[in-house]
Every structure is written in C-alpha cells, then in structure tokens.
C-alpha cells in the first residue's frame, strides 16, 4: 500500500495519456482511502498525547 505508486499511475495517466479522473477512479478511491486512514490514525495518535 505505497501512496507513491497510485500518485504516479494518476499523474501518468492524465498528464501523458490524457484521462479523466473518473477514467483512474480505482487510483482516487485508493489514495483517499489511505488519507482518510492516515488522518485517523493521526488524530487518535494526537488525543492520546494530548490526555
């Protein structure tokens, strides 16, 4: 689970083969889910310091 990979699969597609954001939607829904995850984590992480 690399970020890195589906950023550069949706960079690729559109900036060389021309492709929507519904065209990569696998690619979108793939990089939000891990931001919603990491932001999650993140905020659970930060409560539990802040107690």
Same mark, same amino acid.
């Given at each position: ?6 950023? /550069?699969?949706? =960079?690729? %597609? $559109?900036? $060389?083969? %021309? &492709?929507t /954001?519904?065209?990569?939607? =696998?690619? =979108?829904?793939?990089? !939000? %889910?891990? %931001? !919603?995850?990491?932001? =999650? &984590? !993140?905020?659970? #992480?930060? #409560?539990? #310091? $802040? &107690?």
């Amino acid at each position: 689970m690399n970020p890195l990979r589906h950023d /550069i699969e949706l =960079t690729r %597609g $559109i900036m $060389i083969k %021309g &492709a929507t /954001i519904s065209d990569l939607w =696998t690619q =979108t829904l793939a990089l !939000a %889910g891990l %931001g !919603a995850l990491v932001l =999650t &984590a !993140a905020s659970l #992480r930060f #409560r539990k #310091r $802040i &107690a």
